[in-house]
């Protein structure tokens, strides 16, 4: 009896302990399914949304590259240096394009000289031609008289037609070689900074698999670049305010404010390397000002959206 009565209790123990299990993990489940805006609804946090994004600038680093093949012949600046636009970076060995440049050259000059000889008689012809309309009408000279000098005065002026076009045609032809001898030299495209320097004296340039010579950073406002996910994107809108932690020191925070939205969703482009971030998430682009004077270009950062109102 005293046997029946021990097993009857461990079922009763059993089943007490499967009960409380089954209403607890009935419980979790309710709460792990719940959307965020249930979720966030019993949160008091200020804030709205969480972005991953990086330290940037208006117009982005730039790759500077060459526009023709060839070997880099001369580098007049390096890493870390200022430059200002138009100032020349580097140039190419341009042997080749000042030859065929100087040959154009005499090419346009020797087809601008045939002009003014060819000019000096088609006037010669027209006075002559002049002349003759006063002795045609009192029939001093035949009819056939008058025909050649007319027929003169078209032949000449036809050749100088086609002298000018010629000569159009060769300082064409010269502006292009020039074009050539002007695409051996890269250029600063405006104000800004080499962030790298990858050019070197004899260095081969390829533009069929392009060989990057400088990066390069504008003069320009610093800004983050966030990517926001699809189910916060309602929320952020253009003056949000925000607080910008980067990953390397979350100690550190900057004050931002949303300045641009992008208007289209798209596959996420900062592709991350942990394994608690999704990847395969629909975003959409958002540019964020932010004020810091220790900022590194390229610096991860995680965006914290405030709620209207919130400093």
């Not at 680093?61 to 001369?74: F, M």
């Not at 009408?137 to 036809?158: C, G, M, R, T």
């Not at 189910?231 to 641009?260: C, H, L, M, N, Q």
């Amino acid at each position: 009896m005293k046997r029946i009565l021990k097993k009857k209790k461990y079922w009763i123990s059993g089943f007490t302990l499967l009960a409380i299990l089954c209403v607890a993990g009935f419980f979790i489940y309710k709460w792990y399914f719940k959307s965020p805006d249930e979720k966030s609804k019993k949160s008091s946090s200020p804030y709205i949304a969480f972005a991953r994004g990086r330290i940037d600038v208006e117009g982005s680093i730039v790759k500077l590259s060459a526009s023709k093949d060839g070997i880099l012949k001369e580098l007049y600046v390096e890493e870390g240096q200022k430059v200002k636009k138009g100032q020349i970076l580097c140039k190419q060995d341009d042997r080749k394009e000042k030859l065929n440049w100087e040959l154009c050259r005499a090419e346009a000059a020797l087809a601008k000289e045939k002009i003014d000889p060819l000019q000096v008689q088609l006037d010669a012809a027209r006075r002559e031609m002049k002349r003759y309309d006063g002795l045609i009408k009192n029939e001093a000279i035949s009819q056939q008289k008058w025909d050649e000098a007319k027929d003169l005065v078209e032949h000449i002026n036809a050749e100088l037609e086609v002298a000018m076009a010629e000569a159009k045609v060769a300082q064409a032809k010269q502006n292009q070689a020039e074009y050539d001898m002007e695409l051996k030299t890269i250029r600063a495209p405006a104000n800004g900074k080499i962030l790298r320097c990858d050019a070197r004296p004899g260095y081969g340039i390829s533009t069929l698999n392009v060989t990057v010579l400088f990066l390069f950073v504008p003069d320009a406002p610093f800004i983050v670049r966030a990517e926001i996910e699809e189910k916060f994107v309602k929320s952020v809108k253009r003056g949000t305010p925000a607080e910008i932690v980067p990953d390397s020191d979350e100690t550190k925070t900057y004050k931002g404010k949303v300045i641009k939205m992008g208007n289209y969703l798209g596959p996420k482009r900062q592709v991350l390397d942990e394994p608690q971030e999704k990847n395969d998430v629909r975003t959409t682009e958002c540019i964020l000002s932010i004020t810091g004077d220790d900022l590194i270009l390229g610096q991860r950062v995680l965006v914290k959206f405030k709620k209207a109102g919130k400093k």
